[in-house]
């Protein structure tokens, strides 16, 4: 039972550069979300997709964007990566149909030089 | 402004002793709050959840206790194990949906010696 599955695992990027972080889950869940967190820190919503179809705006959007590609896959991008940016970006999906909590992967650890 | 915060950002227990890890929120209207554990390495797993209409709820070794007078929670874990170091998280979402837009704490850090 793989649950949700982030690739790559680890990255290392030049500043400008840009990269797209793919994840997958098999739970048929219908809400998806991407977070980051910084050394210390806990969590922070970048971006979430209810359902398929859908994306919206979580609280530090700025410099990603995101694609519900179907129900199984939501990939986060970076357009022009910033050292700002250095960080672990986690994903989640979660069945809000039936008010389940979140399941997270296992993270890409992002590193911009 | 509002936050989800902990009181103590490492808590150090002797192994087969219990432990309670806090936390503040300061949104009366958040309704759904979670605790999750995380180990070196590894994503958030989930423990425990609780909706606002409960008091208490209790899992394998673990007890979630919710005041909303105070808008404080706390997660218990029974015989606490050397597994069980990790850093804690709590949860709470603010949107009146079940799980969008969950705000989390900054985490606590439990140590279990041996």
């Known amino acids: 039972n793989a649950g949700v599955t982030q690739t790559p695992k680890f990255q290392v990027l030049k500043t400008g550069q840009s990269m797209t972080l793919q994840c997958a889950q098999d739970?048929?869940?219908?809400?998806m979300y991407w977070y980051r967190q910084d050394p210390g820190m806990g969590l922070r919503l970048i971006y979430y997709?209810?359902?398929?179809?859908?994306?919206d705006k979580g609280e530090v959007p700025n410099g990603y964007n995101v694609s519900r590609l179907n129900k199984r896959e939501f990939s986060l991008r970076l357009e022009s990566a910033a050292p700002s940016q250095t960080s672990v970006y986690f994903c989640?999906?979660?069945?809000?149909?039936?008010?389940?909590?979140?399941?997270f992967g296992d993270g890409t650890r992002l590193s911009i030089l | 402004g509002e936050s989800v915060g902990l009181h103590l950002p490492t808590l150090s227990v002797q192994e087969g002793d219990n432990s309670i890890i806090n936390c503040a929120y300061s949104?009366?209207?958040?309704?759904?709050f979670i605790w999750y554990k995380q180990e070196s390495g590894k994503g958030p797993q989930f423990i425990i959840d609780?909706?606002?209409?409960?008091d208490k709820r209790q899992g394998q070794r673990v007890t979630v206790l919710l005041n909303k007078t105070v808008k404080h929670l706390s997660l218990q874990i029974a015989a606490t194990q050397p597994g069980d170091s990790a850093v804690y998280f709590c949860?709470?979402?603010?949107?009146?949906?079940?799980?969008?837009?969950?705000?989390f704490g900054s985490g606590t850090r439990l140590l279990v010696r041996p």
């Open positions: 949104n009366s209207a958040s309704d759904y």
């Open positions: 997709s209810a359902s398929e179809g859908t994306t």
């Open positions: 609780i909706r606002s209409n409960m």
């Open positions: 989640a999906s979660s069945d809000t149909v039936n008010n389940q909590p979140q399941h």
């Open positions: 949860a709470e979402n603010r949107g009146g949906d079940s799980s969008y837009k969950l705000i």
């Open positions: 739970m048929n869940h219908n809400s």
